[in-house]
């Protein structure tokens, strides 16, 4: 079956310590996004790539970094300067960046703490 | 900022009965989109109207568009406790622009009691 997988499930970061999460999608689409999640809210854009090796920045890009080297993969790094890291974090991916009324496609989430 | 909000943050109703979900935002769309999220786990997406339609139906789904007072509502018939999830407004195009890029209410969180 097509999808997004997100790895790890649950990840811890001790202070001063960089922390990479993991997504992964075998649905050949073209964009792919990041978001976090805090609790009782919505969610907030970190960064998007609108195809491979591209990446913009969200709405909340700082102490966050991202890479975009493969189509289906597109890791988050989480940096020591990010000092409220704890959250859940979603990676979602959709056909094509520029095409209006294409729904996004969500794995089920990373959930990082600070240890 | 938020685009979208949602209204009301919370609902409890029995299986059976009907759920009424509303979404206003601020700026002209193209779409809107409803998702639902269920607890620990990641959006789903469940319906999508274009801004020059009106009303929307995926089976016990009814969504409708009014884009002269910027809000959508997301009707829910015949409820099921497996109904039980936050749901999701999000729209794409702050204003024309940013094409791909959605932005994410608030949500509403709906209990369905059995």
Redesign the interface.
Known sequence: DGG?T?SPKYLFRKEGQNVTLSCEQNLNHD?MYW?RQDP??????IY?S?IVNDFQK?DIAEGYSVSREKKESFPLTVTSAQKNPTAFY?C?S?I??????????????T?LSIL | SQQGEEDPQALSIQEGENATMNCSYKTSINNLQWYRQNSGRGLVHLILIRSNEREKHSGRLRVTLDTSKKSSSLLITASRAADTASYFCATDGDGGTSYGKLTFGQGTILTVHP
């Open positions: 997004i997100q964009a978001y009782g809210q919505g969610l907030r854009l998007y609108q969200g979603l979602a959709s094509s960046w520029g095409w209006s009324n294409q729904p996004q496609h969500f794995g089920d989430g959930r």
